[in-house]
């Protein structure tokens, strides 16, 4: 069964920075278009920003400009750089495949933007 792992996530003052990983453990990880996604307090999950295999991107309005989707196949991991951050952008982030296809949800990583 595939695991994914997110990390990185914490508390970080408006205009701050944090990046995100998530490791994966399925061996098809490079050929698989990755994404992470947010879910913050009564709201329903969204995708944040996608990434093909081959490094084609995609981006949520709310974060095009900011965030950086990223991933490193030989280490089976996914990256976001998240630069200016907003209140707004606090939640959980989460990563999977970026089709409804999804493997198994990780913990998630939880990301608070506060002064």
């Known amino acids: 069964q595939v695991q994914l792992v997110e990390s990185g996530g914490g508390l970080v003052q408006p205009g701050g920075s944090l990046r995100l990983s998530c490791a994966a453990s399925?061996?098809?990880?490079?050929?698989?278009?990755m994404g992470w996604y947010r879910q913050a307090p009564g709201k329903e999950r969204e995708m944040v920003a996608t990434i093909t295999g081959r490094g084609s991107t995609n981006y949520a309005g709310s974060v095009k400009g900011r965030f950086t989707i990223s991933r490193d196949n030989a280490k089976n991991t996914l990256y976001l750089q998240m630069n200016s951050l907003h209140p707004e952008d606090t939640a959980v982030y989460y990563c999977?495949?970026?089709?409804?296809?999804?493997?198994?949800w990780g913990q998630g990583t939880q990301v608070t933007v506060s002064s």
């Open positions: 399925e061996i098809a990880f490079s050929i698989v278009a």
């Open positions: 999977n495949k970026a089709t409804p296809t999804y493997w198994p």
